[in-house]
T-cell receptor
Framework: GNSVTQMEGPVTLSEEAFLTINCTYT??????LFWYVQYPGEGLQLLLK?????DKGSNKGFEATYRKETTSFHLEKGSVQVSDSAVYFC?????????FGQGTTLQVKP | DTEVTQTPKHLVMGMTNKKSLKCEQH?????MYWYKQKAKKPPELMFV???????INESVPSRFSPECPNSSLLNLHLHALQPEDSALYLC?????????????FGDGTRLSIL
């Protein structure tokens, strides 16, 4: 079946550090891939998406590239800020459903 | 600011009460969703409505009853809930149910069952 695996957190970084959150997936067919972010006390916000192989999604300094050969969609940011502290969910869409990874908590310290 | 509005933000109810959660969107989206999220876990899909018709029910207990009165509104009627139903209930919408259509989430209703 379809599934998403994210690196376990929490991830703790200092401000301006480089961020990578790993995400790999298992799917039949060609799913669309998404990253969502959830700030404390809020719902999920779409961060970026990619709909086909080699697509790069980007938003607010975050990037992720749809790699079919490695079935990965790793999230990166060159310089994190304290305000980026949140839970990040990788997800794929298949059959009308969003399938989420377990989430990775990011804490950025000043 | 979210474009999907959920009310109430918080709800405390007893196991014998009947209450409803409401969700509204004015983006012209034709697919709407209910999710349940427990602390430190990803959202779990409960129901999907597409063009105001129920298209997916993820084997949710009958004490949860969804309703889609029109294309902008989605309700979740609650009756005889159990303590384990305490969670954050999230509503989402998307333009359609297609693969590349992202879902837009509300901020949720935090439900506590006494």
């Amino acid at each position: 079946g379809n599934s998403v695996t994210q690196m376990e957190g929490p991830v703790t970084l200092s401000e301006e550090a480089f961020l990578t959150i790993n995400c790999t997936y298992t799917a039949t067919g060609y799913p669309s891939l998404f990253w969502y972010v959830q700030y404390p006390g809020e719902g999920l916000q779409l961060l970026l998406k990619a709909t086909k192989a080699d697509d790069k999604g980007s938003n607010k300094g975050f990037e992720a590239t749809y790699r079919k050969e490695t079935t990965s969609f790793h999230l990166e940011k060159g310089s994190v800020q304290v305000s980026d502290s949140a839970v990040y969910f990788c997800a794929l869409k298949s059959g009308g459903k969003l399938i989420f990874g377990q989430g990775t908590t990011l804490q950025v310290k000043p | 600011d979210t474009e999907v509005t959920q009310t109430p933000k918080h709800l405390v109810m007893g196991m014998t009460n009947k209450k409803s959660l409401k969700c509204e969107q004015h983006m012209g989206h034709r697919a709407m969703y209910w999710y349940k999220q427990k602390a430190k876990k990803p959202p779990e899909l409960m129901f999907v409505y597409s063009y105001e018709k129920l298209s997916i029910n993820e084997s949710v207990p009958s004490r949860f009853s969804p309703e889609c009165p029109n294309s902008s509104l989605l309700n979740l009627h609650l009756h005889a809930l159990q303590p384990e139903d305490s969670a954050l209930y999230l509503c989402a919408s998307s333009q359609g149910a297609g693969l590349d259509q992202p879902q837009h989430f509300g901020d949720g209703t935090r439900l506590s069952i006494l």
